[in-house]
């Protein structure tokens, strides 16, 4: 017996031990096994046997009944499953929605992993925790443990059991029965006559270490919810006061007492080369007057904004120009791409794409958008210029570029979605539109000529 | 004789044995009729030259339907030698026969060979280079792998391994029912582990020749491993049926208990789980990765109305049969393990439908129809193989020195 | 069992040889179940050999030189690390996985083998699981101390940080990690508990002290061995190893998620879940054999964890380190067969580039090494394997360090390529860890039972009944009297 309670029980006298019931002991399993089998058939059903370890067929010689365990298990699963789907579908799709690479909100493949392993995790305790539970374990006070004699049920000896609270218990008939069978030797179980509650003591620590482990915890709720005149502590120091300067902080190791550097002379930012470039312009930015403030502001105000300049009446060209409100601006007049085939093919396609939903295939306007719009009559529409406007044929090269680039009116700017060279062909094929609508017969190859027919009146327009 | 291990009960049945060219005739008309039906079948713009290539990939995925039967009974012999189970011997003889059925699934393979060499490009469209307009694919044949000439060399290695590894483990199997002599289950033992090597390469290549390479842009390191899993799963679904199938005929009642169909039940059950693992990690790898030359055997797969069969995986091949085979008193249950058995191999058909079919275009109602009459064709064609190969020979190894293991043994837990 | 006494060598007996049809003794020596309890509980009971106390001071002093690291990393920060640009996850990461990797051997010994019926699995399966236990404690410290802002390690969990009301995020893999690590360590702590449940009560029932029993009492929770427990606890085991089996598994294909899901070429690829699984359980039993092998030497146990166990678990090797191998080569062959730049370029680095040392020493270690396995006495030379144990054990760090240092180190923009050197901080902390490893190991040895004592006497009473039945059918088999007859069900 000493079990472990015995050395810290209270000085209460204990009352006399009252038998519990019998307790045969047996040198291997199979002599246990016939035993039980003859316990069983006399009709006694509170029997136990006590191995140290799972004697196989003992459930059916002592007609145990299967365990409900997996079924809880089961259960538990599920619940763990439940459980990581909601969680997730509510953190994740509901109440917090992160975008991570554009991968939908809610229940998807990534929420597999963390279900399953919440499925697992409540599956396992559960068995564990059930196990205990339907064992009724942790129980230290047992009447087995009242004799040294039993402690071989965990080495190397087999004990069958018969309890005294059993409906056709009777001490001398199980007695009897017990003798009959080829035990070892029988003895009678005492009850366990020390206290079974848990010693004061223990429980006292017990309380004692809960409280004390609510102390940090409860520190912390209460500096989050009150307000203090001091300075913050600095634990991580160098992190606190970190070695470094920021922008607009003065400095001693500069003369000038300035922690931002200058710029290096000669500095130029990205990008800042092609603003010099005539072929990404349209015009020649050299041949801007450094005098003339006005197109000055004007064109610094072009370049760095794609929005529609005739919206905004604060960069409205000084001096409107002749040619519908564009800037007078040394534009190029002269194509920088080569005018072949190849380019004009890629003027043709970039054309279709871009320009011909509002500007029509033939640049008379006339586009899809344009004659939807015009057909809704909509108030706010201002329709696309004909490419074969007076004016728009006199315009330069560079500026129908410059138009491209940067919008005109209601048109916005396309130089995100078309190259340089793209809108320089695009320009091209504007350029051979037009021809195309002032071309004579002289134009024709003469060898040509005789195949021209007299025109319909459809193509006259 | 007084013993209950009777050797009349380890004999194939008698009616068993005249169904041989039954099963084969009717599978060669189901087939037939399948590839009638096929002609059904009409591309997106109307054009017949779709009615081919959809019979030649119902005809490939019919034939992976049953050769991965076939490889699996091969790997699970193998495996029972390299773990020295004991378990197994009494069922292990139909498993020895399935994966005899190996040359005459090699004889079937020879149609897939021979459309290779008349210059089809249905179902591998590498093979036309004149007709690929994938550069990833050009490059491929340029590096000279996807070639009808070295697909076929490396088809008929792998044939020539699988055959060689079958027939010298039952060639010894077949010795020891003669003498009983220990020797031969030694020699098993000691190659099992080599042959399991050469077994893994050469399935894992298997899968990615025949069935990866039928989307020639597309690559997953993973695609053996799929393929083998699922392999497995219809192996033991088979082997179960067949099983059941002798016991209700009278056969090997003392040999075959409970215990077996409960072990087999276990092993369907725990490569139904292998299978699910295994496609999704593949699916959650691309569907994160989201790289276009990957995702879009999935596009493939997730239109056209092949969706349906994509989504439906999930249902009945992993969450269904899960929890339909999750208790152990399904598994020691005859009918609610043939039950589904019988389901593990319906969606092993599909899952091959799966895996082959999408690429043959839009399903339409007679030619999906046709298709199905073609599993079940292959299927008879194959009962019939392993009949011929059944004909003669003990269904026990009744020597076999682990015999007496195989039959006391009992599952006392699970 | 008999039949071998007669030659009976209480330093090594070959019980390797398998005669088909008949079983070699799981344990030798004539064992009864008296003499297998004593020949374990004298392991916690006796003094403890000098050696321990060697290895103990030393591994101890080790631990705290780990934990003193700690200590100054959270104050100086993770700069001390070797890690740089582009190679941000290095040496604790590889740290991380090779640990996670070798907590894969114990579960997989007491899950899945029990699953398959191994009953071979019962000597070596508690120090395996215990092993698995402290060598998931020293990955946990990794991510932990990785974070930065380690105190801040909770906000990890479904948290609401930062007064935001702000969650994790799910769809990362690190935070999978965090849920599957978690449970596994939980899982593989209470089924650890569990399976010594009955053997703490054989402990606590031979104690002499009364601070002993008192101890053991309360960790057994007052189990009495009565058969009605059992058949509970058999339940409970049972589903646990179901349980445990698949999430073994989830557990590194998880981690290879944290790889797998990233666009990096030779992260990206379909195969690295099974792989990494491969990997782990061949680097876990490595590690087994690494520390069995010592361990049934000094404690005598050599009639318990046998040359058959040993051979065992170097055939797993063999056959994970194949595997291993045919991962490594499908990785190669698919980087070709697909005619992909990015893909081709990282093998061909991998092998070839500047960190071809690394790559050869872990084909060399894992790939080759194993393969001596082949040979019989390589696998019964306790010598032999204890070298090729520690062998995979390198091998696998570097395969983990190759995967995540070779694929960063050269990314899709070639001016931000980089050279990693650890520093003195990383390699002091991963030898620390080892001690931390080996000090929890040790403890393990002196207090707790070494060997699942109940599963043992067990697998004793079932081989001699299952040995009983067999003779009783064949001899029906071969014609001789049957002894009972009628229909097996």
Same mark, same amino acid.
């Given at each position: 017996m000493n079990n472990s309670e015995h050395k810290l029980k209270s000085n209460k006298e204990p009352r006399p031990p009252k038998a519990c019931g019998w307790m045969a002991e047996f040198e291997n399993e199979h002599d246990l096994l016939h035993a039980a089998e003859k316990v069983r058939d006399a009709g006694y059903t509170k029997t136990d046997a006590f191995t140290p370890f799972p004697v196989h067929g003992i459930d059916h010689a002592l007609g145990i009944k299967p365990t409900i365990l997996p079924f809880i298990v089961l259960c538990a699963g599920l619940t763990g499953l439940c459980t990581a789907l909601l969680m997730q579908w509510w953190m994740n799709g509901v109440d917090y929605k992160y975008i991570i690479s554009g991968k939908p909100f809610g229940i998807t493949p990534a929420s597999i992993p963390v279900s399953f392993e919440l499925t697992i995790l409540f599956s396992a305790f559960t068995s564990v925790l059930g196990m205990l539970a339907l064992n009724g374990l942790p129980k230290f006070s047992n009447p087995v443990f009242t004799s040294a004699k039993f402690d071989r049920a965990t080495n190397d000896r087999f004990f069958l059991y018969v309890d005294a609270t059993d409906k056709y218990y009777n001490r001398e008939s199980v007695r009897e029965l017990l003798s009959s069978v080829d035990a070892n030797s029988l003895d009678e179980v005492m009850e %366990? /006559?020390?206290?079974s509650e848990m010693p004061r003591a223990i429980l006292l620590g017990a309380l004692l270490l809960v409280l004390a482990g609510l102390i940090p915890s409860a520190i912390v709720l209460n500096m989050r919810s009150s307000f203090s005149d001091l300075p913050r502590w600095h634990v991580f120091f160098d992190m606190d006061f970190q070695p470094k300067k920021k922008p607009q902080q003065t400095t001693t190791i500069f003369k000038d007492g300035r922690s931002m550097r200058p710029q290096v002379p000669g500095t130029i930012s990205r990008g800042q080369l092609e603003q010099q470039d005539p072929f990404y312009l349209g015009y020649d930015p050299m041949k801007v007057t450094s005098l003339d403030t006005d197109k000055q502001i004007y064109v610094s105000a072009v370049d760095s904004t794609?929005?529609?300049?005739?919206? %905004?009446a604060t960069v409205q060209p000084p001096a409107a120009s002749p040619a519908g409100g564009a800037p007078n601006l040394p534009f190029l007049d002269k194509l920088p791409i080569e005018a072949n085939e190849e380019n004009i093919k890629l003027g043709k396609t970039k054309y279709e794409i871009y320009? /011909?939903?509002?500007?029509g295939y033939a640049g008379f306007g006339d586009g899809l958008v344009a004659k939807r719009a015009a057909s809704l009559a909509q108030d706010t529409w201002a329709p696309p210029s004909s490419l074969h406007l007076d004016r728009v044929q006199k315009q330069p090269v560079g500026q129908i570029f410059h138009t491209i680039s940067k919008g005109q009116g209601k048109m916005a700017s396309y130089a995100s979605s078309i190259t340089p060279q793209e809108r320089w062909s695009i320009v091209l094929y504007v350029k051979a539109l037009q021809r195309s609508r002032n071309a004579n017969i002289d134009d024709v190859p003469v060898e040509q000529r005789g195949s021209l027919t007299e025109p319909t009146p459809s193509q006259t327009k | 004789m007084s013993s209950k291990y009777d050797l009349e009960t380890i004999e194939l049945p008698a009616v068993w044995r005249s169904l041989k060219p039954i099963f084969f005739a009717a599978g060669l008309i189901l087939l037939a009729g399948g590839a009638f039906l096929s002609l059904f079948a009409r591309g997106a713009d109307g054009s017949t030259d779709a009615a081919f290539r959809f019979f030649m990939h119902s005809y490939l995925a019919n034939f992976m339907f049953v050769m991965t039967i076939a490889l699996g009974a091969l790997f699970f012999i193998l495996i029972q030698f390299v773990s020295r189970a004991g378990w197994s011997t009494s069922i292990r003889r139909i498993a020895e026969l399935i994966m005899t059925t190996i040359p005459f699934l090699a004889l079937m393979f020879l149609p897939i060979i021979a459309i290779l060499f008349a210059n089809y490009n249905a179902p591998y469209e590498w093979n036309v280079p004149a007709e690929v307009h994938s550069s990833v694919i050009k490059a491929k044949i340029d590096v000279g792998y996807l070639t009808k000439e070295w697909f076929s060399i490396r088809a008929t290695v792998y044939f020539a391994l699988w055959i060689f590894m079958a027939f010298y483990f039952f060639g010894h199997s077949r010795k020891q029912d003669e003498t009983g002599d220990v020797e031969h289950s030694l020699a098993r033992q000691k190659w099992a582990g080599p042959c399991i090597m050469l077994f893994s390469l050469s399935v894992s290549f298997a899968a990615f020749d025949w069935v990866m390479s039928i989307d020639a842009d597309w690559f997953s390191t993973i695609f053996g491993v799929y393929v083998f899993a699922a392999g497995m799963m219809a192996f033991f679904a088979t082997t179960i049926l067949i099983s059941m199938a002798l016991q209700n005929a009278g056969k090997l009642r003392a040999f075959v208990s409970v215990e077996h169909f409960h072990d087999m039940g276990k092993f369907m059950f725990g490569f139904i789980m292998f299978w699910s693992y295994i496609a999704f990690s593949q699916l959650l790898l691309y569907w994160y990765g989201n790289i276009p030359e990957e995702t879009y055997w999935y596009q493939v797969r997730l239109n056209d109305g092949w969706q349906y069969l994509a989504y439906g995986l999930i249902p009945l091949h992993f969450a269904i049969p899960f929890l339909g085979t999750l208790s152990r008193h399904v598994r020691r249950n005859r009918f609610g393990l043939t039950f589904w058995a019988c389901w593990a191999l319906a969606v092993h058909w599909l899952d091959m439908t799966f895996l082959v079919m999408p690429n043959a275009g839009a399903p339409s109602f007679m030619p999906i129809f046709g298709h199905l009459l073609g599993g079940i064709g292959m299927l008879m064609v194959f009962l019939s193989f392993f009949l011929v190969r059944a004909s003669n020979v003990p269904l026990v190894p009744m020597k076999d020195p682990r015999l007496p293991e195989a039959l006391t043994y009992a599952n006392p837990l699970l | 069992m008999a039949s071998i006494s007669s030659s009976y060598n209480p330093r090594e007996i070959d019980n390797t040889g398998d005669i088909p049809g008949r079983r070699a003794p799981l344990i030798t020596g004539n064992q009864t179940y008296t003499s297998v309890t004593e020949m374990v509980c004298r392991v916690a009971e006796d003094p403890q050999p000098r050696l321990w106390w060697i290895l103990f001071g030393f591994s101890s002093l080790t631990a705290t030189t780990f934990l003193m690291l700690i200590v100054f990393l959270i104050y100086k920060g993770v700069g001390i690390w070797g890690n740089m640009s582009p190679v941000f996850w290095a040496w604790p990461i590889v740290n991380f996985v090779f640990w996670v990797g070798i907590g894969h051997a114990g579960t997989l010994i007491s899950a899945i083998l029990f699953l398959f019926r191994q009953n071979w699995r019962t000597s070596i399966n508690r120090a395996a699981e215990a092993m698995t236990i402290f060598a998931v404690i020293c990955a946990g410290i990794y991510p932990g101390i990785h974070v930065g802002r380690a105190w801040l390690a909770f906000w990890l969990l479904p948290y609401p940080s930062l007064n935001l009301w702000m969650w994790p995020q799910f769809r990362s893999p690190l935070l999978w990690d965090v849920f599957a690590v978690g449970t596994y360590a939980s899982t593989s702590l209470v089924f650890w508990y569990m399976g010594m449940i009955p053997d703490l009560a054989t402990y606590r029932d031979r104690s002499k002290s009364p601070l002993r029993r008192f101890i053991y009492g309360l960790l057994c929770l007052g189990w009495t061995g009565s058969s009605r427990h059992w058949l509970v606890y058999e339940k409970a085991y049972t589903l646990l190893a179901a349980l445990a089996a698949p999430l073994v598994l989830s557990v590194h294909t998880v981690v290879s998620f944290d790889f797998a899901v990233s666009q990096l070429p030779g992260w990206h690829t379909t195969i690295f879940p099974p792989y990494f699984v491969a990997g782990a359980i061949f680097s876990g039993f490595a590690m087994v054999v690494t520390l069995l092998v010592p361990m049934r030497a000094i404690y005598k146990l050599e009639n318990l964890i046998t040359l058959r166990h040993l051979d065992n678990m170097n055939k797993i090797i063999l056959a994970t380190g194949s595997l291993v191998g045919l991962a490594y080569g499908t990785e190669f062959f698919m980087a070709w067969y697909s005619q992909n730049q990015y893909e081709s370029f990282t093998f061909i680095n991998r092998a070839f580039g500047p960190y071809w040392w690394a790559y050869w020493i872990m084909v060399t270690c894992n790939v080759i090494s194993p393969q001596l396995f082949w040979f019989k006495w390589v696998r019964t030379n306790v010598v032999a394997m204890w070298v090729v144990s520690i062998f995979v054990n390198i091998g696998m760090w570097f395969e983990r360090f190759v995967i995540t240092v070779t694929s960063l180190s050269r990314d899709f923009l070639p001016s931000s390529w980089g050279y990693y050197n650890p520093t003195m901080y990383d390699g002091l902390m991963f030898f620390g860890s080892f001690g931390v490893f080996l000090t929890l190991f040790l403890l393990f040895c002196r207090y707790l039972p070494t060997i699942a004592i109940s599963e043992v006497k067990g697998v004793m009473s079932a081989s001699d009944h299952a040995e009983h039945q067999q003779a009783e059918v064949l001899a029906e088999l071969q014609g001789k009297e049957p002894k009972h007859v009628g229909h097996a069900h």
């Open positions: %366990d /006559s020390t206290p794609a929005a529609s300049p005739s919206l %905004d320009c /011909s939903a509002c500007h | - | -």
